[in-house]
């Protein structure tokens, strides 16, 4: 059994700052790329930032050079801090992960998401 724990939404005023994180928790042997996505309404679900088990990272173009991704291999944790924030940036972000359990092979795994609203 896997979890992916989200934690550090919450509403903001255009050109502020939040920071994201999520735990993965349970039997987990391995954890290669960890990423955010986030879902605005009426919209479909869109990568905003990844990275490598080894610290390669990639972003949205929408994203770059506002928002910045992190991750603690010790920990088991992805974090996501997002500077200059703007309304357009207003969506559910989820936690997603590629997991190999003791049992199986990698698996993607999504945490329950957690809710950004940026106020203009």
């Known amino acids: 059994q896997v979890q992916l724990v989200e934690s550090g939404g919450g509403l903001v005023q255009a050109g502020g700052s939040l920071r994201l994180s999520c735990a993965a928790s349970?039997?987990?042997?391995?954890?290669?790329?960890m990423g955010w996505y986030r879902q605005a309404p009426g919209k479909q679900r869109e990568l905003v930032a990844d990275?490598?088990?080894?610290?390669?990272?990639n972003y949205a173009d929408s994203v770059k050079g506002r928002f910045t991704i992190s991750r603690d291999n010790a920990r088991n944790t992805v974090h996501l801090q997002m500077n200059s924030l703007k309304p357009e940036d207003t969506a559910v972000y989820y936690c997603?992960?590629?997991?190999?359990?003791?049992?199986?092979?990698?698996?993607?795994?999504w945490g329950q998401g957690t809710q950004v609203t940026v106020s203009s």
């Open positions: 349970g039997s987990i042997a391995s954890i290669g790329t």
């Open positions: 990275i490598t088990r080894g610290g390669s990272t």
């Open positions: 997603n992960a590629l997991i190999r359990t003791y049992a199986s092979v990698y698996s993607d795994y």
